[in-house]
């Protein structure tokens, strides 16, 4: 460190001093500048929508086949009642939640019994826990989401929300929100390790009573993270979310660019076009279009590697790899999120699809030394020492997958005790299906007319 000379101590001490001083000054200026703006931008959007929440809807009762749910059904009446309720308290508090969501046009909502893929966190959250989740063609509601209070309806509807307005990761993966979470909610997953059900709901507690997360779950990855920060902050009175998200962060999501919103609608359409149609060649052409308009999108990459590869294209699959580690790596991710163990995961495909079992073995043991429960990797780095010869690591790994399968089905049938165990349950059950059938328009002493 360089050190001024002695008689220039006191001076330069004082200067930085005055320095200081102003560069607070000027700090708290921005601040407050930010401040001002956001609001006066939610209260802009909040006059362009007014309350007509219905015209930033779309219940769709027809929307075609959705991955990882199948068919989708329709929506009753109450049930249509119920979740406008939940998004006008939403639009009243954070109306550029919903535009963001809906791409600036309609947000689209589909019903469905329940979900079919593992949405699953430290290993506690079994699919009939799951209320909502996003895809592309819009946001699911499952039957669950009706027997939860208001409160949480509210919040998991934001929650989606959030997801909806940046399923490329454009915020969730942006260095501003890299540099507030990801210390925070690594640290939590490395001291953290809950084995039953009760454990991590006292976990969960603890973490928002002390102020220190929103939630457990919201310490999954990044984007889990930012949604569940979103939602807490918009909702929740029980945690004081950071000022500094609220002037710096908050806005990215929900006082979005136009532009912003057309690469969202644009990235949403081109995976609904794959799911429908399968053409993969067009595909390929839609993100890359995508990756050019904006190139600091490292998702992107991860989804133009696997169709690469798929083509046989492998040294295209394998460049576009390194360039989305490279900008997680410039985003300063960990390595220990879930964004950078796909990239991971899609790096030892392509080198196993070419048969170099040695060097996907190297990134395969890179992957597990980082996440020791990931499937994919268990799977893979089995299925290499088999064809290496390595029979006896190969089983070793089996033996932690069945173990795996052991500790979910256990932690579900907890979930489902404790559930049995909640004496309202079944008179909450009792409003829904009357809820649902028509029989009353009451639900948790909430009239929806």
């Known amino acids: ?6 008689c220039g101590i006191v001076l330069a001490t004082a200067l930085a001093c005055v320095v200081g001083l102003a560069s607070q000054r000027a700090s708290a200026e921005q601040q407050e500048a930010r401040v001002q703006y956001f609001d006066a931008t939610q209260a802009e959007i909040g006059s362009k929508l007014g309350h007509q929440v219905s015209a930033y809807v779309n219940f769709d009762d027809a929307p075609g086949y959705v991955e990882g ?4 059904k329709e929506w ?17 508090r954070a109306p550029g939640l919903i535009v963001a969501a809906g791409d600036g046009g309609k947000l689209r909502l589909l019903r469905t019994t329940r979900l079919l893929v593992d949405v699953g966190a430290f290993g506690m959250h079994p699919l009939e826990s799951v209320q909502a989740a996003t895809t592309p063609k819009g946001i699911l509601i499952t039957d669950k989401f009706f027997i939860t209070p208001t409160r949480w309806q509210t919040k998991a509807l934001a929650h989606e929300m959030t997801h909806a307005s940046e399923l490329g990761e454009t915020v969730s993966h ?41 939630s457990l779950y919201g310490c999954t990855n990044l984007r889990e993270a930012l949604a569940d920060y979103v939602a807490a902050t918009i909702f929740d009175s029980d945690f004081q979310s950071s000022e500094q998200f609220k002037s710096t962060i908050l ?33 390929i052409g839609d993100l890359e279009a995508l990756e050019k308009s904006d190139p600091s999108t490292a998702s992107i990459y991860g989804f133009l590697s696997y169709f690469y590869k798929a083509n046989k294209d492998f040294d295209k699959a394998s460049n576009t ?46 992957l597990l030394a980082i996440s020791p429960d990931d499937k994919y990797g268990l799977q893979a780095r089995s299925f290499v020492n088999y064809k290496l010869g390595n029979a006896q690591a190969a089983t070793v790994d089996q ?39 028509g029989k009353t328009t009451v639900l948790y002493g909430f009239d929806s007319r």
Not at 69 to 72: A, H, L
Not at 325 to 338: I, P, R
């Open 1 to 6: 460190m360089l050190r001024p000379a002695r």
């Open 69 to 72: 749910v199948g068919s989708c």
């Open 76 to 92: 009753s009446a109450n049930e249509r009642a119920l979740i406008t309720l939940r998004l006008q308290t939403i639009v009243d």
């Open 174 to 214: 942006s260095h501003a929100w890299v540099a507030f979470a990801q210390q925070t909610i690594t640290k939590i997953r490395k001291d953290h390790h809950p084995k039953s059900y009760a454990e991590w709901v006292g976990i969960d507690t603890e973490l928002r009573s002390k102020n220190i997360w929103p």
């Open 251 to 283: 806005p990215l999501v929900i006082a979005q660019s136009d532009q912003s919103l057309q690469w969202n609608a644009s990235f949403k359409a081109a995976k609904i076009s794959f799911s429908e149609s399968k053409d993969s060649k067009k595909y």
């Open 321 to 366: 790899i390194d360039e989305g580690k490279k900008l997680l790596n410039e985003a300063g991710v960990s390595h220990s999120d879930e964004s950078y163990i796909y990239l991971l995961g899609a790096e030892a495909s392509i080198l196993l699809d070419q048969a170099k079992y040695e060097q996907s073995m190297q990134i395969l043991n890179e």
């Open 399 to 437: 033996k932690h997958l069945a173990n795996l399968k052991t500790r979910q089905r256990a932690s579900e049938s907890e979930i489902v005790v404790e559930t049995r165990n909640l004496t309202s349950l079944s008179s909450a059950r009792t409003s829904v299906r009357d809820f649902l059938s």
